[in-house]
C-alpha cells in the first residue's frame, strides 16, 4: 500500500506541479483568463500562452492538494482501515475526473490539446482503477491493487511532463 500511496502521491505532483485538477480556483481562473471558454467557430482567438499555463496551474494546484490530502491519508492514517482507504480512494478518482473536466475546458494549442486527450484518456483508466480498489473487501485484496495502480500512473505522468514542457512550464518536482 506504501508502493500505491508513494506512486501516486508522485503522480499528483507531476498532476499537480504540471497542472492536473479541482475547485473553484479552477473555475475562477479559467474563467478569468479566458482561458476556459471555448471561442466561436471562425472567430477564434488564442490566449496567450502564460494565460494557459496559469490557467493550467490554477486547476492543477488544488486537484494535486487533494490528491495529496487522499493519498497521504491512505499510506499512513487508514494504513489498517478499510472503509478510511476506500473514501479516500474515491476521492482520488473523483478529484482525477474533476481535472479531466477542467483540462478539456482550456483552449490549448492544439499540440498540447492533442496531448491533454491523452492524459484524460489515461487519467480515465486510472480513475476506473482507483475506483475498482476502492470496492475492495479486506486490505488484503486492495493492496492487489498497488501494482496495477503503479503501472496505471506512467502513461499519466508522462503525458504531463509533456503538456508542463509544452507550456513552458517547469518539469514536475517528482515523478
Known amino acids: 500500500m506504501i508502493r500505491l500511496a508513494a506512486a501516486q502521491r508522485a503522480a499528483a505532483r507531476c498532476a499537480a506541479a504540471a497542472g492536473v485538477i479541482l475547485g473553484c480556483a479552477g473555475v475562477l481562473a479559467t474563467g478569468c483568463t479566458g482561458a476556459g471558454r471555448r471561442a466561436a467557430a471562425g472567430s477564434a482567438t488564442h490566449s496567450p500562452p502564460a494565460a494557459i499555463a496559469a490557467g493550467y496551474m490554477a486547476i492543477a494546484r488544488p ?7 487522499d493519498l497521504e491519508g491512505i499510506e499512513h492514517r487508514d494504513r489498517n482501515d478499510l472503509a478510511a482507504a476506500a ?31 491523452q492524459l484524460v484518456t489515461a487519467n480515465e483508466v486510472r480513475a476506473r482503477l ?4 476502492a470496492t475492495s473487501r479486506s486490505l488484503r485484496q486492495l493492496r492487489r491493487y498497488e501494482h496495477r495502480l503503479d503501472a496505471a500512473n506512467k502513461p499519466v505522468e508522462a503525458a504531463v511532463r509533456v503538456i508542463r514542457s509544452q507550456l513552458g512550464l517547469p518539469p514536475p518536482e517528482t515523478s
Not at 63 to 69: G, P, Q, V, Y
Open 63 to 69: 486537484a494535486n492538494r487533494r490528491l495529496e490530502t
Open 130 to 133: 482507483t475506483d475498482q480498489a
Open 87 to 117: 473514501a479516500d480512494l474515491r476521492d482520488a478518482a473523483a478529484t482525477e475526473r474533476m481535472f479531466d473536466r477542467q483540462l478539456l475546458a482550456i483552449r490549448l494549442p492544439p499540440a498540447t490539446e492533442a496531448v491533454a486527450r
